[in-house]
């Protein structure tokens, strides 16, 4: 099973942007599909963003679309979310995840999940 760690979560104000790193390592661990997901204060946690490991298509949450971008560095083990504009609705603990291919988004078929990176974003 692969480890994954999240950095870059912190306070901010609204309007400024923000870059969450996730570091995966373990068996595998370029072979798989990693994604964010955003767990606001008493909500569930819900998909923001993912990329897939090969073809590296990205796919975003229509809510966030167009104020972040998913990335992946070339060796495939640092997986980036830049947020653009943050809001106060942003608010969260943001876990990075882990699924085999084909699964990206549902979080019914992550295999590993980060331990989260707290974002609060203040009005």
């Known amino acids: 099973q692969v480890e994954l760690v999240e950095s870059g979560g912190r306070l901010v104000q609204a309007g400024e942007s923000l870059r969450l790193a996730c570091a995966i390592n373990g068996p595998g661990a370029t072979n798989y599909n990693v994604a964010w997901f955003r767990q606001p204060p008493g909500s569930e946690r819900g998909f923001v963003a993912g990329?897939?490991?090969?073809?590296?298509?990205?796919h975003y949450d229509d809510s966030m679309r167009g104020r972040c971008t998913i990335s992946r560095d070339n060796d495939l083990t640092t997986i980036y979310l830049q947020i653009r504009d943050l809001k106060p609705e942003d608010t969260g603990v943001y876990y990075c995840?882990?699924?085999?291919?084909?699964?990206?988004?549902?979080?019914?078929?992550?295999?590993?999940w980060g331990q989260g990176t707290r974002v609060t974003v203040l009005s």
């Open positions: 995840s882990a699924s085999p291919a084909p699964f990206l988004m549902a979080a019914q078929r992550v295999e590993s």
């Open positions: 990329i897939r490991s090969l073809a590296r298509s990205t």
